[in-house]
């Protein structure tokens, strides 16, 4: 038996090659399981931040409809694969080919254009609000959907207006359809 201290600190420190393994192991299966899920937990936050963005500014063109007693619209469109939205006064059907005024939302999210019924413009979709404050839908009635959905996951919203005076609800997945 030897009575050198360095030998005898090194059999009794550190971690097996075996144990390294392991925990490394371990680690790459919890990974494996966790990120994915974090990856859509992130990406449903996206969408319902893109719908409450929309949603309020469907209430204030609502609201600048009413108070200046003139149509006001918020119009989308996907440019580059962006959504964008602006909202004006409902003074010209050729608000599409404008290259200023446009917000964008994120990246992973997009127009459900098989869910929508409001009126499409050429590339670009709009929500009209009359003197009144009540949504002028596709087919003359004032009620209609907007459906945004995000990318790489199966999770839709979208947001209502219901009623002849207007109102506005949100709702998601299959209540969208």
């Known amino acids: 038996m030897t009575n050198n201290p360095a030998i005898c600190s090194l059999s009794s420190e550190g971690f097996t090659l075996l144990e390294v393994i392991t925990i490394t192991i371990i680690f790459g299966i919890l990974a494996a399981v966790a990120v994915p899920s974090w990856l859509g937990l992130i990406q449903v936050q996206r969408l319902n931040t893109a719908k409450s963005e929309l949603f309020q500014e469907m209430r204030i063109a609502q609201q600048k409809a009413k108070a200046e007693r003139n149509r ?16 004006d006064a409902s003074s010209s ?85």
């Open 72 to 87: 006001w619209q918020v119009t989308f469109r996907e440019e580059n694969n962006i959504l964008q939205w602006r909202t």
């Open 93 to 177: 059907n050729n608000i599409c080919d404008q290259t200023t005024g446009w917000k964008s939302l994120d990246s992973g999210v997009t127009l459900d254009e098989d869910n929508m019924t409001f009126r499409s413009l050429d590339d670009c979709w709009r929500v009209q609000f009359d003197d009144r404050g009540r949504a002028i839908g596709a087919d003359g009635f004032y009620t209609g959907r907007i459906t945004l959905e995000a990318q790489n996951i199966n999770e839709k919203r979208c947001i209502y207006i219901s009623t002849f005076l207007g109102a506005m609800r949100e709702d998601k997945n299959q209540e969208c359809e």
